[in-house]
């Protein structure tokens, strides 16, 4: 079974500074990805960033990057130089086969 | 289409009658998944379409809750005999390839 664990149901963070979300899973497969998804209130699901596990580089898009530690099963999300479009509910979903299991979400504050 | 579209946008509906959601997936994604996500919960898992079939369709809640894909395109998802409990936003996601899922917009219903 799989299983995402998000631990932080919210993190606030001000313009320009950086936060960091953690995330943490469980799964037997070797081989599977893992996303980071954006849901701001318009609830349309946002692909962030996405990493293959068999990849040891961390990912990065833009101002987003990812901290992967395989063994630890461990996938956060750094944002930095945050803006106020930022602000929404993140989610951490892994994929190995079949079936996309999310984590409960962290909803990010912005202040300017 | 250039998206996944999801009908109804919204839908009210009485106590103990059924309601039908439609997802019309990207042309060509060949995996189709329905979520179910609660007012400031996460996304819960329903079942999952790799063409016409279903390998999992573990997360269904009762057997109220029903849904079929024709031609490896369009898929329903069927609630019977509604219940105040089923509220919620149902979301659709297709993809090609496990590194991507798109979703669509989502649809609100609202059991009264």
């Known amino acids: 079974a799989q299983t995402v664990t998000q631990s932080q149901p919210e993190m606030s963070v001000q313009e320009a500074e950086t936060v960091t979300l953690s995330c943490t899973y469980d799964?037997?497969?070797?081989?599977?990805?893992l996303f980071w998804y954006k849901q701001p209130p318009s609830r349309q699901m946002i692909l962030v960033i996405r990493q293959e596990a068999y990849k040891q580089q961390n990912a990065t898009e833009n101002r987003f990057s990812v901290n992967f530690q395989k063994a630890a099963k461990s996938f956060s999300l750094k944002i930095s130089d945050s803006q106020l479009g930022d602000a929404a509910m993140y989610f951490c979903?892994?994929?190995?086969?079949?079936?996309?299991?999310f984590g409960a979400g962290t909803q990010v504050v912005v202040t300017p | 289409g250039a998206g996944v579209s999801q009908s109804p946008s919204n839908k009210v509906t009485e106590k103990g009658k059924d309601v039908e959601l439609r997802c019309d997936p990207i042309?060509?994604?060949?995996?189709l998944y329905w979520y179910r996500q609660s007012l400031g919960q996460g996304l819960e898992f329903l079942i999952y379409f790799q063409g016409n079939s279903a390998p999992d369709k573990s997360g269904l809640p009762s057997d109220r809750f029903s849904a079929e894909r024709t031609g490896g395109s369009v898929s329903t998802l069927t609630i019977q005999r509604t219940q105040q409990e089923d509220s919620a936003v149902y979301l659709c996601?297709?993809?090609?390839?496990?590194?991507?899922?798109?979703f669509g917009s989502g649809t609100r219903l609202t059991v009264v």
């Open positions: 042309s060509g994604h060949t995996a």
């Open positions: 996601a297709s993809s090609f390839s496990r590194d991507g899922y798109t």
């Open positions: 979903a892994l994929n190995s086969w079949g079936k996309l299991q």
């Open positions: 799964t037997s497969e070797s081989d599977y990805y």
